[in-house]
Each structure stands twice: as C-alpha cells, then as structure tokens.
C-alpha cells in the first residue's frame, strides 16, 4: 500500500468547528468541497502539486450535519487529477444529497461521461491557477465542453482575477453555462468598483454566468480571520461578495471549500465560515437564494430541496 507524506507545512482542516450561529435554510447547499482521499483507499496522483491530509467522505458528511447543511456539490480536487474515483465515490454515498464536478481529459469517451453522469456528475472544471496546473491548453478544454454540453452539464472554471482579460473570449466561446469560482479571485485591496472588478461582472453580465461567492479565507488580506469566535471575519472581502450578490441574485452559490487545500496562513473554523454569509447576502430573501434556490436549480433541477 503506497504512504503519502503532506506537503511540508500543509495545514490540515479544522478540527472541532464551531456550532454556526447562523441557521442556515432548510434545504441550504454547500455548492463547493472537496475529498481527499483517503490516500490509502483513493491514491492521490503522481502529478500532483501538492499532498494533502486525508479528508474523505465521512469527514465531510459529518461536516454537513454539524453545520446544518442539506447537500453538498463535490468539487475533483487537483491532487487527484483526472481519477474521479474519490469524488464519484462520496457522490453515491450521500443518498442523492450531492452532486460532483469531475476533471476528464479530452480524450474521454461517451460512454465514460454518461457512466459519469449516471453517478450524479454535472459539470468539470477547468483550472487555469499556474501553481494547480502545468497548462491549460484552450483546444483541448473546448474539446472537453463541446463533449459535456449534450449532458447539459456546466463548466466550472477557476482563474485570477487579473488573468481574466486574456481568457473572458475563450469563456465566452464555451458552449456551456459558466460557474465561477470564488468571484475570480479578485484583489481586494482594490476597489470593488475598481476596473479589474468591473470587468468581472461585466463579464457575468454578459454571459451565462454561474458566480460562487465562496472563499474569503484565500481573498483577504487584512482579515480579521474566521477563528475564536470572530462575528465579521474577512471585512476587507465583504464589499466584492456583497456586490455580486445585490447584481446577480439568482445566480450566485456559496460553498465551505472544505478541506481547504493549500492555505498557507492559517485555517479558518468552518462554522465561523457559514456566520460569514449574512456579511455577503445581508437579506432572506438574498440567503434563500443563494443557498437553496440557486443551487438547487443547477444541481437538483425539479427537485423539492426538502425532500
């Protein structure tokens, strides 16, 4: 049996989260996390960038349950490359209550995609963050979405807010709808109606645009971090989660992003996480959407959120 050693310095996800004082809506959606393995049962690939802790399905159900979330949309993480086994997996443990986005290769037979999409997959994501990923060659992605887009699946795509200049033509171009991950990683030590921001939602605007307003652990700068009880954690990411929430009501997501791969300062309390959403979506009716509605439109379309 292959042993896994962590990337030195790898910060393991929080143990013992915080009780939310938060209560999400009934039937609310964590629309973004991950599995890790377990190494020992789902081995991590030989051309990852990094090696995480273990942090598989049992963990990540148990999450679930603590935090009062309802379902969860497993995102493939990077370590695992195109192997889906992991994700696909915790997908069919959850009783219909997740959903996964997978990574293929261009080379990916129908076949494979309907057994895929039978599993409960519904989108792959396209990873453009030069430290994930050695490249990210445009043809061989639209391959990739010329092939998923009879399934009616998304294409989630992952970038830094100043790369998106260069690529918002190839995004356009997908014959998919689009899901964003963290707001495109915006600076935010620049102004939310700074020129790089506006170009984002400009870019929303104007097409197909799924936006997941997660993640203000990895966009701050000057904190204050989500630990010891924080109440109005990440102030200085709240005014670019507050905007695209009040711009596009009825296409935003949030998701915990559990394990956390690869942050580097520290690891924020996942509970103190869901007491961040009231920062973003400040009104029920903003909360009922961007945790049940939307989601639930996406991943589970037809279906009652209480069931």
């Known amino acids: 049996m292959e042993t896994f050693t962590k990337t030195p310095g ?14 999400l809506p009934a039937g609310a959606v964590d629309a973004h996390c991950h599995v890790f393995g377990p190494g020992a049962e789902f081995p991590f690939a030989p051309e990852r960038k990094y090696t995480p802790c273990d942090g598989g399905k049992e963990d990540l159900f148990a999450l679930r349950d603590h935090l009062g979330v309802s379902r969860n949309v497993i995102v493939q993480a990077t ?27 261009p080379d990916i037979s129908e076949a ?11 989108g792959v994501r396209f990873n453009f963050l030069k430290r994930l990923v050695s ?47 963290h707001m495109g990683r915006p600076d935010v030590t620049k102004p939310v109606d700074g020129p790089e921001f506006s170009r984002f939602l400009r870019f929303v605007d104007r097409n197909d645009v799924w936006v997941k307003v997660s993640c203000p652990e990895r966009l701050s ?23 695209v929430v009040q711009e ?12 956390h791969p ?39 379309p037809g279906e009652d959120a209480r069931a």
């Open 221 to 243: 700068v000057s904190g204050p971090p989500a630990l010891d009880g924080e109440q109005h954690a990440y102030t200085d990411a709240v005014p670019f989660g507050r905007r």
């Open 135 to 181: 490249s990210a060659p445009q043809e061989d992605l639209a391959e990739i979405a010329r092939k998923i887009a009879p399934l009616g699946w998304h294409v989630v795509i992952y970038f830094e807010g100043e790369d998106l200049e260069g690529l918002e033509g190839f995004f356009g171009s997908l014959p998919t709808p689009l899901v964003v991950d």
């Open 10 to 23: 790898w910060l393991d996800w929080y143990a013992n989260p915080s009780t939310p004082r938060f209560q």
């Open 262 to 300: 690869n942050l580097k300062g520290h690891m924020p309390d996942d509970g103190l996480l869901v007491d961040y959403i009231p920062q973003v979506a400040v009104t029920t009716e903003q909360q009922h959407q961007l945790l049940v509605a939307n989601p639930m439109r996406l991943y589970w």
């Open 79 to 105: 370590c695992h490359g195109a192997d889906n086994s992991a994700m696909v997996d915790a997908v069919q443990s959850a009783g219909g209550r997740a959903r996964g986005v997978a990574t293929v290769r």
């Open 248 to 259: 596009f009501p009825d296409r935003v997501l949030w998701g915990t992003d559990w394990p």
């Open 112 to 122: 494979e995609l309907r057994r895929l999409d039978e599993a409960g997959v519904r």
